[in-house]
């Protein structure tokens, strides 16, 4: 009997050991999963700064771009404006070739501008972006655009006529 009381006694402590360590694995594992919690929270505020980070680095590169684009656009009208008042100011002047080179050189100048501006309207136009301010500035330089491809076109018109 006394082995039967010493065995039944040995079995229900191991019995209770179990269960301690069946209940220490259990926090452990609620621990686990807490910090597993809050690295995924940590984590996923992470990704959301990376992603704002990555949204403002694309604005900001949009920006240079335009601004490149506007100084570009400038020089080149100013250029081909300085041009054109040169080849009025000197057309009885000018022989046959000089009068060519003249128109060639105004032509090479407006015609990237020209390509520039529809390039960025058409693009900002098929991404659906109605709303950009700098989309009406390049509407707003067609106008100087197609003024200066008006004047050239006058101006040869009416030297044909008058040389007829």
Do not use: C
């Not at 940590?42 to 700064?49: D, I, L």
């Not at 949204?55 to 506007?70: D, M, P, R, S, W």
């Not at 100084?71 to 002047?93: D, N």
């Not at 390039?119 to 989309?135: C, M």
């Amino acid at each position: 009997m006394i082995i039967f009381v010493a065995l039944l006694l040995s079995v229900l402590t191991a019995l209770d050991f179990d269960q301690l360590a069946w209940g220490q694995q259990s926090d452990d594992i609620s621990r686990i999963q807490e910090s597993l919690d809050n690295m995924s929270s940590q984590m996923s505020e992470e990704v959301k700064t990376i992603k704002m980070m990555g949204e403002q680095f694309a604005q900001l590169k949009q920006g240079q771009i335009v601004t490149v684009y506007l100084f570009v656009i400038a020089f080149l009208m100013g250029l081909a404006f300085v041009i054109f008042g040169l080849y009025i100011g000197q057309e009885q002047r000018l022989s046959l070739f000089t009068k060519r080179l003249y128109l060639v050189a105004f032509f090479a100048l407006v015609i990237p501008v020209t390509v520039i501006l529809l390039r960025y309207i058409t693009n900002t136009l098929s991404n659906g972006e109605y709303n950009d301010p700098i989309l009406t500035i390049a509407f707003i330089l067609l106008i100087p655009v197609l003024t200066s491809y008006v004047l050239m076109i006058v101006k040869y018109r009416h030297e044909n006529v008058r040389n007829k």
